[in-house]
């Protein structure tokens, strides 16, 4: 997979793992319009580079948020959904 034509481009597992470590690395507080994005983006990270650290960073943070005690805001309306259903199927949480 890593190093086919992803839209015109070449990537390079290193890039990729680069840009995932990066949003690991990220102070992701709750949802924010564009969370989205990445949160896709560390479940095909950790699929296309074999790495268990991208989902299970996904899987714990959405996990942290669904358990906990706050009331509900409005940007919780941009909560990554499908990202959301990726991990309910792939885990089996709900």
Known sequence: MIGDRVEGRRYSRQLLSKAADALIAYPFTGWHYGDSVAFEGLLAASELLDDPRYF???????????????????????????????????????
């Open 56 to 94: 299970g960073f996904a899987h714990g943070f959405m996990r942290a948020w669904a358990a906990r005690g706050d009331e509900h805001r409005e940007l919780d309306n941009t909560a990554p959904g499908h990202a959301m259903c990726t991990l309910c199927e792939r885990t089996g949480d709900a």
